[in-house]
């Protein structure tokens, strides 16, 4: 039986320590170790969006939420902490991306070797059986940077 | 002025900075445009609300992915006979060296313009153009 997940300790980690996703307002809601999967959530905001006269969401945040997403699953999916990079993201923009919605992602890293793990996930607005876009991300594992341990992601991580 | 005005005006002008600044996202960025011999070149300054890694430091990958998907966007417009703003088909990005703490510039080029899509090579770089830190092909509907 996988461990209980602190979301409020991961959200340390991944929102309060990496300015980027808190100025998107990036948000675990939910968290698995198996498989491992989270969803986050990134609140509407007028900031992001990409075409003033449709209000939909540029395709850089998206493409940002898929990533930063994707990231927090490779760390459930890995028995050591290890610095982890993205090598290579794909994002297929399968629908319009939506206006004044909050929007969700969904990510699954599926397999790792001892140097890369491989992630796919979704964005959607209500139904992640509706997804407006999917990603397929690869990540290099131990690059540059302090390793990040599970335990310092639950018990939250200060930069 | 519309989106289909401010591209017309743009164009006519050979200058995208104020279209850009009518997008808020790019405002967000901090993303503007320069030209450079003929070229235009996507400019995101570094702000430490564009980090992603602070231990590194290193930029948010995604914040590389939206400069080139964005460049795309530009060179598009920049260069195709329709004024609708592009909506993006597929992106793909390489991740080839972690972004300092420091301006980035991108750059595209249209590799084929069909009739439906348009196909688009990008690259990031900072110091050194000839040292990318990201590239991408990026597959954008035409006239959509």
């Known amino acids: 039986m996988a461990d209980e997940i602190d979301l409020e300790m991961m959200n340390a980690a991944l929102r309060d320590f990496v300015p980027h996703n808190k100025a998107l307002g990036i948000t675990l809601v939910a968290a698995s170790y198996l498989p491992a999967s989270v969803t986050v959530k990134m609140p509407w905001s007028p900031r992001f969006v990409g075409n003033p006269e449709t209000q939909v969401l540029h395709g850089g945040v998206i493409t940002t939420l898929l990533d930063a997403c994707a990231g927090a699953s490779v760390f459930l999916r890995l028995k050591e902490p290890a610095k982890i990079a993205t090598l290579d993201l794909r994002v297929d923009f399968l629908g319009r991306a939506p206006a004044h919605r909050d929007v969700f992602a969904r990510a699954e890293c599926y397999r790792d070797t001892a140097s890369v793990a491989f992630v796919r996930a979704i964005a959607y607005v209500d139904d992640p059986e509706q997804p407006f876009a999917s990603a397929a991300a690869t990540f290099a594992l131990d690059t540059r940077g302090r390793a990040i341990t599970g335990e310092e992601v639950r018990k939250g991580l200060k930069p | ?144």
């Open chain 2, 1 to 144: 002025m519309n989106v289909v005005e401010a591209v017309a005006a743009a164009r006519r002008a050979g200058d995208f900075s104020p279209l850009v600044e009518t997008i808020p996202y790019l405002a967000f960025l901090g993303v503007r445009v320069e030209t450079r011999d003929g070229r235009r070149i996507a400019v995101m300054p570094f702000a430490e609300h564009l980090v992603g890694n602070p231990t590194v430091p290193a930029l948010h990958g995604g914040t590389l992915g939206a400069l080139l998907e964005s460049v795309a966007h530009l060179e598009l417009l920049a260069t195709a006979d329709h004024l609708k703003l592009p909506r993006t088909i597929t992106l793909t990005v390489d991740f080839l060296r972690s972004g300092k703490t420091v301006d980035t510039f991108a750059s595209a080029r249209v590799v084929k313009h069909g009739r439906r899509v348009a196909t688009l090579q990008c690259q990031a770089w900072q110091e050194d153009e000839g040292t990318p830190i990201a590239t991408a092909m990026v597959i954008l509907k035409v006239g959509a």
